[in-house]
Structure formats: C-alpha cells, structure tokens
DNA sequence: AAAGTTCTCAACCGCGACGAG
DNA sequence: GCTCGTCGCGGTTGAGAACTT
C-alpha cells in the first residue's frame, strides 16, 4: 500500500517519525494551510493527507477505545435523526471524529440494527460479547426478507441493542402503556431546522442511564421512534418534544 | 499448525462548497 | 462571472489482525 504514484505523495500507513513531524509542525505554524504544510514540514505526504492524519489521529483532546454505551444510543439516535452526516454526529461526541464516528456505524451499530431478523449468534470480540447478528450485514438482509430493516429505536428493537443497560421488560411494558405517536410535519427538511434539533441534543445533558428512560423521565409524553428507515422531521419533534418545557435545553426557543 | 475467511479501521478518493484574485 | 486553490465531507478500499475450519 505504501508507494508512490508516478512520484507523487508518500501514501499508506503513518510512521511515528511521520506523526511527530506533523504533530510539531502543526503545534508552531497552527492549523491549516495544509499544502504549505506538506512542503515545508519536509512531509513527502499530500496536503489532503496530512490534515486527514493531525484531525483524526494527532490531535490533542482525541478520545480513542470503546465507545461507551451513552456515546453508542447518542450515535444511532442521532443517525436516525440525521443520516450519514458524520461530521455533525462527531460534532456532539467529544473527543470523536467523524470516520470514527463513520467506521464505528459501519462496523458495529449498523450491523446490530440488523439483528432482529438475522438470528445468528455472533461474537463481540473486543467486548467479549455475544449478540444476534445477521453476519452478511445488508446484502442478504434484502433477500431475507423484502422489507426495510427496522431501526433501533422500535421497542422491539431497543430490546436487542440495550441488553444489559436496563431491565428491558419493565421499560418495555411501560413504553407501551403510554406510547405517542407523532406525525410527520411537511416542509421541516432544512438544514437550519435540521441543526437546531441537533443542538438541542447535547451530550452533556446525557446523564440518565439510557436516552429511553431519560424519556421516559422528563415528560408526560413518552414517545418511540418511527419505523421509517430515514426520518429527520419526526425526529426533530421527537427531540424538541422529549426535552420539553421543563429541561435546561427546553428553556431556548428553537422554532423557526 | 496451516490455510481460509471475516472483521476492523486508517487512509484514500472524488466531489462540492467556498473564498481570493 | 470565471478560474484556481484549499478545505471538508461522505463513500470506499485494502492491509493487517482476529478468528474459524
């Protein structure tokens, strides 16, 4: 992997000689200007390269290992609500990038919001754990079964990706004694909109053991996700209404 | 122990947005 | 308005690790 196209940029994998220039060279000069960079540091990588390298690797305040649980429900809650806007997802995980953010999905949480049809044992390798997983992920999901694979926060869904964090039975029956549903809006699709509901969803007022009990907790209205694989205005008002009057966020305006 | 298979994640690629000249 | 350079994003790739047969 690591050689040189027609003489162009170093690719492949980062020596530490590499990061160390690159982390020095930054700390003096700053960020940006990446090209300049990759010429004056004495770096035989590609500008693109070298910012790739000091934002997901080398710089300071990265957070790397397991994904806690918190960080796993914020993750799939916000992809419910956002799509594959990484950026925007890492953007509320502290310490995250976003191919980090990216990968994970990928890797991880994308494969266990198809675990409910799937049914076949797998391990967690890392966690030692073991959980239902579909092991051809998407591609025989479709064959399977014709219909769109249910996201994570259906009841019954939930019920397979929090195992262990709470008593699911107990919550489960709870949520289905006071489920609401909640209509989709038109015209709500806008990033502005879009954003505001993200920046509602804070990570620092993630405190409560799971985001379903914190539901559950901060007002009469105790809500589920669609079914629909994709849909950022239900969820918006899912979010403005789960923080309701009542929490800190709720105190800011956030209609347009 | 060896070969084959699957998984993970760092890195690359292409594209669009944006600002400067 | 156009071109050029830079930046940031999301999708994809592939090497190496981990696991299975």
Redesign the pocket.
């Known amino acids: 992997?690591e050689q040189k196209?027609n003489g162009g940029?170093?690719?492949?994998?980062?020596k530490a000689e590499e990061d160390m220039i690159l982390k020095k060279y930054v700390e003096t000069h700053g960020?940006?200007?990446?090209?300049?960079l990759s010429k004056r540091s004495g770096l035989k990588?590609?500008?693109?390269?070298c910012?790739?390298?000091w934002?997901?690797?080398l710089r300071p305040n990265i957070k790397?290992g397991e994904m806690s649980n918190q960080e796993q429900d914020l993750i799939i809650r916000m992809h419910n609500l956002l799509?594959?806007?990484?950026?925007?997802i890492?953007g509320r995980l502290p310490g995250r990038t976003?191919?980090?953010v990216?990968?994970?999905w990928?890797?991880?949480l994308n494969?266990k919001t198809c675990t409910v049809l799937g049914k076949r044992k797998?391990?967690?390798?890392?966690n030692n754990n073991t959980f239902d997983?579909n092991?051809?992920?998407d591609k025989s999901m479709s064959s399977a079964d014709n219909s769109e694979p249910p996201l994570i926060s259906s009841p019954e869904t939930k019920a397979d990706n929090d195992q262990g964090s709470m008593d699911l039975d107990d919550d489960e029956k709870r949520m289905k004694q006071v489920t609401k549903e909640v209509d989709i809006v038109d015209g709500c699709t806008d990033n502005t909109w879009m954003e505001r509901a993200v920046h509602c969803f804070n990570y620092d007022d993630y405190e409560l053991e799971t985001p379903f009990m914190m539901m559950m907790n901060l007002s009469s209205s105790n809500l589920v996700f669609h079914e629909e694989p994709f849909t950022p205005c239900l969820d918006s008002f899912l979010l403005f209404d789960a923080f309701g009057t009542d929490s800190e966020v709720g105190n800011q305006s956030f209609l347009p």
């Open positions: 992997m196209k940029p170093k690719r492949g994998l980062w960020e940006g200007n990446w090209a300049t990588r590609g500008g693109k390269s910012r790739l390298r934002k997901n690797y790397r799509g594959n806007r990484w950026s925007l890492a976003d191919n980090e990216k990968n994970y990928n890797t991880h494969k797998s391990i967690d390798h890392k997983q092991r051809d992920g």
